[in-house]
């Protein structure tokens, strides 16, 4: 082989091992929540004509437990509980579930969950729905 057939061919080898090792450009949109993003949101967030911070994260926190979670952490300041419980009937699933509790006005607490199934979110509404419904008979005994 020619010496110029040798620097050529070394040149292209080496011009694709840098575009190899060039990291891909992110789209600029890459954090934008997609239109599932939104409609799982939805289903996740209420909010309540609640005051006291306190008094949501206590109905947050007595809600969880009558559905059989164990409180891992609640941080007030922050807004956030954290929750847990076996699922049934295979005791080695576990159910995460993360509470953030927020200011929406003056007079409104927007309250959200995130559920997860063994590391994979939980979409399905009626989880959703059964803990608000929950919270609401929670939050009914808390101010009562």
Known sequence: MKLE???G???V???VLIEGCAAPQPSPDLLAPTEAQMKIRSLQTRSFDLKDRQLAM????AALQDLGFIIERANESLG????ARFAE????DVVGVTVTVRSETEN????RANAIYNNK???DPKVYQNFFATLERALFVTQN
């Open 121 to 123: 979110p939980i979409e």
């Open 13 to 15: 080898v080496g011009l």
């Open 9 to 11: 061919i070394l040149a």
């Open 89 to 92: 009937p295979n005791f080695y």
């Open 80 to 83: 956030l509980v954290t929750a």
């Open 108 to 111: 409104r607490m927007m309250i």
């Open 5 to 7: 057939n040798v620097r």
């Open 58 to 61: 206590r109905g947050v926190i």
